[in-house]
Nanobody
């Protein structure tokens, strides 16, 4: 059983930056691809970014390309999401998720992830 704990959310003005962290415990972190998702009020949870087990494959949703950077430190069992040039439409609860090894090294679907954190709120004011 893998436990995930996000941190780093908060209130920031448009154009600002935040760095989210997700600390994992209870499993072998390097065995999991890690994803970030977000859910705005009244909307479905959506994919943001994913990084493969050894950081070889990284993929972003179009709306955050060039602004967000996902990274991981397997020695620290932590995945990060650096968010720059934030916009009000980035406001959401951000979740990290872990995906055990499968044929496809990464995935963007929420149904393909095995463990989820509790989420951290990001609010971007205009």
């Amino acid at each position: 059983q893998v436990q995930l704990v996000e941190s780093g959310g908060g209130l920031v003005q448009a154009g600002g930056s935040l760095r989210l962290s997700c600390a994992a415990s209870g499993g072998t972190f390097s065995n999991y691809a890690m994803g970030w998702f977000r859910q705005a009020p009244g909307k479905e949870r959506e994919f943001v970014a994913v990084i493969s087990r050894r950081s070889i494959i990284i993929y972003y949703t179009d709306s955050v390309k060039g602004r967000f950077t996902i990274s991981r430190d397997n020695a620290k069992n932590t995945v990060y999401l650096q968010m720059n040039s934030l916009k009000p439409e980035d406001t959401a609860v951000y979740y990290c998720a872990a995906r055990a090894a499968r044929v496809a090294p990464v995935d963007v679907s929420t149904t393909q992830y095995d463990y989820w954190g509790q989420g951290t709120q990001v609010t971007v004011s205009s």
